[in-house]
């Protein structure tokens, strides 16, 4: 198999493309499967296949360029590649799955979107990145697994080809499950109701007895000292796919600010309010914050790969002031417009919407400014 690298010089016509649908399944919540099929022709969706599999394995960065194009076409699309494209980037590294289900998951990727995303949280547990362990369980049964559990905010819905499933095996292991999405004993419960990303399809899933083989768990060591540690917590260069995508929201609201602007024309002005000054100062404190945040997401990209070690504790609150910097666009865009930046007749409030859910991506900022406070707190003490 073989998957050619896309022509990253083309996002703008993609982005555009995908744009035209997504209003559409916003009101509707159906499955973006336009928007996916675009992304999918333009091989954006395989993108960070590894080069060991017949893919263009492209890094960070290209991969940052692709996912904000496609957030400023439609964020749910840009969420669900995000994900896949996190799961064929991690793969490439570190090849974990079983070989036969990710030749399964790569031949369905030639025909046509076939997702895979980390299926993770659970009803009680909340968010894994605040702590604990799942409830969701792998039995030994004969030569395999049984596997049992609910979990809450599965992106991607039945839409996924592949679940990486979070879970504690019957002998006290814990690790992921590799399961493919037309597995017998999975039900979809739909819970999703969201304010954004409407058409991501975060739903519940429920596995009951579904049978696995016995290369489908790939277990997540402990550390030295025998402490699990929910890698989800952790912040790295592949972390960046989501900030990434709600920058593409940003861009929508500059575009959408800019051309309600040029043609809106109050009966008492006489003209546009875009040739006032008052509102040219709008538009440009809305480019600051995304400028702001695309230099923050790429600067920091570019630390990473000159090996910058002082970076690494500064990860997460790159994170944080991305995601100020998106809201701060997109609420900067709407108040200025007053009511009918509110209005469904116009594309701001979707973006202002999409744009709020950058904040439920881990690391939260409460926990990183606690972990940066005490670090500068304990470095200052040192001195």
């Known amino acids: 198999m073989t998957f050619a690298a896309p022509k990253l010089d083309e996002l703008p016509e993609v982005t555009a493309e995908i744009a035209a649908h997504a209003a559409e399944h916003d009101r509707t919540g159906d499955l973006p499967w336009p928007g996916l099929e675009i992304a999918h022709r333009a091989?954006?969706?395989t993108a960070t296949v590894g080069t060991r599999f017949g893919g263009p394995g492209l890094g960070h960065r290209?991969?940052?360029r692709i996912l904000t194009a496609l957030g400023e076409g439609d964020a749910s699309v840009a969420l669900l590649a995000a994900n896949n494209l996190g799961t064929h980037a991690a793969q490439a590294v570190h090849p974990s799955w079983p070989a036969a289900a990710y030749d399964d998951l790569l031949r369905r990727s030639e025909k046509g979107p076939a997702l895979a995303n980390a299926v993770r949280a659970e009803?009680?547990?909340g968010a894994p990145a605040r702590g604990g362990l799942p409830k969701t369980a792998l039995t030994r049964d004969g030569d395999g697994w049984l596997l049992n559990g609910r979990k809450a905010y599965a992106t991607g819905g039945t839409g996924l080809a592949y679940h990486v499933v979070w879970a504690v095996t019957d002998d006290d292991r814990v690790g992921h499950a590799i399961v493919a999405g037309d597995n017998d004993g999975i039900?979809?419960?739909?819970t999703w109701d969201h304010i954004g990303l409407r058409a991501s399809n975060t739903h519940d899933v429920i596995y009951e007895n579904v049978r696995l083989p016995l290369d489908a768990f790939v277990e997540i060591p402990r550390g030295a000292d025998g402490v699990y540690r929910d890698p989800a917590a952790a912040t790295g260069p592949g972390s960046f796919g989501h900030p990434a995508l709600y920058i593409g929201v940003a861009r929508a609201a500059r575009s959408?600010?800019?051309?309600?602007?040029?043609h809106r024309v109050p009966a008492a002005l006489g003209r546009p309010i875009a040739e006032t000054e008052r509102i040219q100062s709008v538009a440009g404190e809305i480019d600051l914050q995304i400028v702001q945040a695309e230099t923050l997401l790429h600067g920091a990209l570019l630390r990473l790969e000159a090996g910058d070690p002082g970076l690494l504790p500064e990860l997460s609150a790159i994170k944080v002031a991305i995601a100020r910097s998106v809201i701060a666009a997109t609420q900067t865009a709407v108040a200025?417009?007053?009511n009918p930046g509110l209005s469904r007749h116009n594309p701001l409030e979707r973006h202002l919407r999409d744009a709020l859910c950058i904040r439920v991506h881990p690391p939260q900022e409460d926990a990183v400014l606690l972990a940066s406070g005490r670090r500068v707190l304990k470095k200052e003490s040192e001195k």
Do not use: I, K, M, S
């Open 123 to 125: 009803p009680e547990l």
């Open 187 to 190: 039900t979809w419960v739909d």
């Open 62 to 64: 290209d991969t940052a």
């Open 336 to 338: 200025a417009l007053g």
């Open 43 to 45: 091989g954006l969706l």
């Open 256 to 262: 959408a600010f800019a051309e309600y602007a040029r």
